[in-house]
């Protein structure tokens, strides 16, 4: 069962004004119900589920992230308190076309598929003593989120087949953007 400490003080203050404005807006924009077919909203319990790697309502969490930038300061706080590790940016970019991250769960690469040239492998080295995670969630510079449900290890090893076309690889390639593990 996962724990997730519920905000205080200021926190709470700041979901709750995240909340009244992303409602204010809805209803603005929706009008007070004219009979069109609207969209289900993302829901505080939507941002925990993400966050804890449940991907049955990923559409509309993105959409919410989209539409309300607040949402993502929320659902960062939420990756924060869940995560077993974060792999922030990297402190100076390398030369490699991918920088490594390190942590003390383990160490994160990506390398290009030499058969697929649109094809590259997320690999995932568990450190001795550690669980694997099973649940990449990665954040670029413009804050959006892609969320990536990791297989088992095998040897330790967690390797995984992503292509160009998901916008994964573009966002490991950028230093500044920051990967929670969970």
Known sequence: MTRYRIP?????DMVQQAYAELASVDQLVQGDGDGAEVPRRATAGDL????????????????GLLRF?????????????VSVAYLPEVAA???????????DQGVLRVQRSQAEPS???????VAEGYEAPTVLIVCD????????????????????????????PDMLRDPKSAIYLR
Do not use: C, N, W
């Open 48 to 63: 925990y589920a993400f966050a804890t790697g449940d991907q049955r309502h990923a559409g509309t969490v993105k959409q």
């Open 8 to 12: 205080e003080g200021k926190d709470m």
């Open 141 to 168: 510079r413009e804050e959006q989120f892609e969320q990536i449900v990791l297989p088992a290890p095998r040897r330790g090893t967690i390797q995984l087949a992503v292509t160009q076309a998901s916008g994964v």
């Open 69 to 81: 930038p607040q949402m993502r300061t929320v659902l960062k706080a939420m990756l924060a308190e």
């Open 119 to 125: 094809q590259f492998y997320l690999i995932f080295e």
């Open 93 to 103: 970019a390398a030369s490699d076309e991918f920088p490594e991250r390190r942590v």
